[in-house]
């Protein structure tokens, strides 16, 4: 079965500096899809970005990115210029044949002004 | 594209009573329906996965008596909660999936008293 990790349950940031959050995988597939999700405060499951395993091109979106790396099995966000709105609980997620999302423990970002 | 309506955002029910949650795809057909449930600070534990037209499949200790889901068309299923007690309080989402991708509802917060 695929596992999910994201071991940091809490990270802080200063407005407009980096954060990276962490995750790794375990699969047996080869071909699959990792997201990584924002869960504010309302508790609305939005997309952040998605990164398919056959690409090795790391995926961004505007300040979001990610550092992809398949036989690590490692699977990073990196957030730029971090804002106040950045504050958020973040959901690592992993597809595969079966097309269950299978979620990470999620860690709460908070950012200081 | 892809919005989803989840209702109600909010409910309060007697324990013993039954609660209906509503999850319609508004703008595209929904191949598979996902049902999570969500307790505070923590991860989404997947309930059953549903296509329309079949039963649904239920993850290993979730109770199907308890937990009905109907996928009647692609555009509507329900989850209802059948003597609900107070240890179903929780938080429950509807994730849609269409061709290209994964949606979310806005989630239904049960308090059973």
């Known amino acids: 079965a695929q596992t999910v990790t994201q071991s940091q349950p809490e990270m802080s940031v200063q407005e407009a500096e980096t954060v990276t959050l962490s995750c790794t995988y375990d699969t047996s597939e080869s071909d699959y899809y990792l997201f990584w999700y924002k869960q504010p405060p309302s508790r609305q499951m939005i997309l952040v970005i998605r990164?398919?395993?056959?690409?090795?091109q790391n995926a961004t979106e505007n300040r979001f990115s990610v550092n992809f790396q398949k036989a690590a099995k490692s699977f990073s966000l990196k957030i730029s210029d971090s804002q106040l709105g950045d504050a958020a609980m973040y959901f690592c997620?992993?597809?595969?044949?079966?097309?269950?999302?299978?979620f990470g423990k999620g860690i709460t970002l908070s950012v200081r002004p | 594209g892809a919005v989803v309506s989840q209702h109600p955002s909010w409910v309060i029910c007697k324990s013993g009573t039954s609660v209906k949650i509503e999850c319609r795809s508004l703008d595209f057909q929904a191949t598979t329906m996902f049902w999570y449930r969500q307790f505070p600070k923590q991860s989404l534990m997947l309930m059953a996965t549903?296509?329309?037209?079949?039963?649904?499949?239920?993850e290993q200790g979730v109770e199907k008596d308890k937990f009905l889901i109907n996928h009647a068309s692609l555009t509507l299923s329900t989850l209802t909660v059948t003597s609900a007690h107070p240890e179903d309080s929780s938080f429950y989402i509807c994730?849609?999936?269409?061709?290209?991708?994964?949606?979310f509802g806005s989630g239904t917060r049960l308090t059973v008293v």
């Open positions: 994730s849609p999936r269409w061709i290209y991708g994964y949606t």
């Open positions: 990164q398919e395993a056959y690409k090795q």
């Open positions: 997620a992993y597809t595969g044949a079966n097309s269950k999302l299978t």
């Open positions: 549903s296509n329309e037209g079949s039963k649904a499949t239920y």
